[in-house]
């Protein structure tokens, strides 16, 4: 059955604003880590953002260095769904964007390997 399904990409002109969203169901949906990566033509997959939630029950959210201060992921639990706002959007922001989700994550992971689902991906095009 669909575990993730992301929306919300599109194209947008530098400097601009997205917003994307990523449902999950299933057993995804009681995963402990749901990031988000990026895929641009050429590339290794990369890490951009995540938010996991600990053994105490507190959400710490983590970004990666290209997007921090630029990026902010949530997550609404009670819709399981998590939510990538980008702003300040440069070319080479350029890329498919992929909602992942671990079952299991004792720390947080950049490492694509250590997640369980992914979604198909939505395209994010940033135009100069």
């Known amino acids: 059955q669909v575990q993730l399904v992301e929306s919300g990409g599109g194209l947008v002109q530098a400097g601009g604003s997205l917003r994307l969203s990523c449902a999950a169901s299933?057993?995804?949906?009681?995963?402990?880590?749901m990031g988000w990566f990026r895929q641009a033509p050429g590339k290794e997959r990369e890490f951009v953002a995540a938010?996991?939630?600990?053994?105490?029950?507190?959400?710490?959210?983590y970004a990666a260095d290209a997007v921090k201060g630029r990026f902010t992921i949530s997550k609404d639990n009670a819709k399981n769904t998590v939510y990538l706002q980008m702003s300040s959007l440069k070319p080479e922001d350029t890329a498919v964007y992929l909602c992942?989700?671990?079952?299991?994550?004792?720390?947080?992971?950049?490492?694509?390997?250590?997640?369980?689902?992914w979604g198909q991906g939505t395209q994010v095009t940033v135009s100069s």
């Open positions: 938010v996991r939630r600990s053994s105490s029950g507190t959400y710490y959210t």
């Open positions: 299933g057993r995804a949906a009681s995963s402990e880590i």
């Open positions: 992942a989700a671990a079952l299991l994550a004792s720390r947080y992971y950049v490492e694509p390997r250590r997640y369980d689902y």
